[in-house]
């Protein structure tokens, strides 16, 4: 009954991680995309402590489930990595800091954001 719950529980993980890669996709268009993903990585998180109650020697047998879920994991940590790039840039390019230092230390003063600019 053991390696039954586990498998159950490493498909539902992965079921999980599909979903949330979707998401993150979304995410940058869609607040409830972003609302909904709080859910699944919160549901992702009940998972895992469930299978941290198991001992390592239980999941003999999924390495391959664990190589997938690892794959699956990495390719959703690159997107969420990729979207935070994203909005990073789209801020910058808006709020361009106000000032910066010359070679020689000295603050200099820029008002070359859009928000700074006239229309």
Known sequence: MEKKEIQDLFERLKDLLLVE?????????????????????????????????????????????VREIQDLSKSNMILSQANLKFIESVF??????????????????????IINKKA
């Open 92 to 113: 910058d390019s808006i709020f361009e800091n106000a000032s910066t230092y010359s070679t020689e230390g000295q603050i200099k003063k820029q008002s070359s954001s």
């Open 21 to 65: 890669k979707d998401l993150i996709v979304k995410a940058i268009n869609d607040s409830q995309a972003v609302d909904q993903l709080n859910k699944v990585v919160e549901e992702k998180r009940e998972v895992l402590l469930k299978l941290a109650n198991y001992n390592p020697e239980d999941f003999k047998g999924f390495e391959n489930m």
